[in-house]
Structure formats: C-alpha cells, structure tokens
Nanobody
C-alpha cells in the first residue's frame, strides 16, 4: 500500500508565507513526478507546480516568482514554499505523485493523491 499525506496548510494574511509538505510512504520502488494542485470553491482543480525526479520544474503562471517546489528524494517528500500569498491563492492544495511500487509481488505504476490541505489567505 502507498500513502501520500500533505501537511502545512493554514490561515495566513495576504503577503504571508506557508510551506506545504507531502510525504509518500509504503512499498515504493521509485517516484517520478511529484506535483502540487489546488482547487478553489466552485473552480476546477489546477496544476500549481511540478518537479520530476531529475529536478526539472514547471509552474503555473499565477504563482511564478512566488512559489517554489522542491523535493527530498531520500525522504520521498515534496515541498511547496509559498511566499507573497494572495487571497486568490485560497484553495485546498493536493499532492500528486507518480509512483512505482510493489503490490502483490508485482511492480505497479500509478498516480496517488493526498487528502488535501486547506490554505486560506485573508485580505
């Protein structure tokens, strides 16, 4: 079994910072991309930032220059440092990981989602 768990959300004033963490655990063989998504009320889930195993990153235009994605491959953990937060960043933030694992003695490739963590930015 593989689990992906986010942490670090909360309430912050506009201009403030938060750091989200996402840890994957279980019978993991390797992890390719690890991504952060967010979903605001009444809106579709959108990709915020992504990092592959080699360290290449990509960001949504709305967060470029303010958010930084990083990962610790030894800990199977990805982080999202969010600076200069704006009220429009308010959303539930989800981690997604492309994981190769062992299940029933076989290799399995799948995407895993965390449960989400709420980020609320007050004006």
């Amino acid at each position: 079994q593989v689990q992906v768990v986010e942490s670090g959300g909360g309430l912050v004033q506009a201009g403030g910072s938060l750091r989200l963490s996402c840890a994957a655990s279980g019978s993991i063989v390797s992890i390719n991309a690890m991504d952060w998504y967010r979903q605001a009320p009444g809106k579709q889930r959108e990709l915020v930032a992504t990092m592959n195993k080699g360290g290449s990153t990509n960001y949504a235009d709305s967060v470029k220059g303010r958010f930084t994605i990083s990962r610790d491959n030894a800990k199977n953990t990805v982080y999202l440092q969010m600076n200069g937060l704006k009220p429009e960043d308010t959303a539930v933030y989800y981690c997604n990981a492309d994981i190769r694992s062992i299940y029933a003695s076989r290799l399995k490739n799948d995407d895993y989602w965390g449960q989400g963590t709420q980020v609320t930015v007050s004006s």
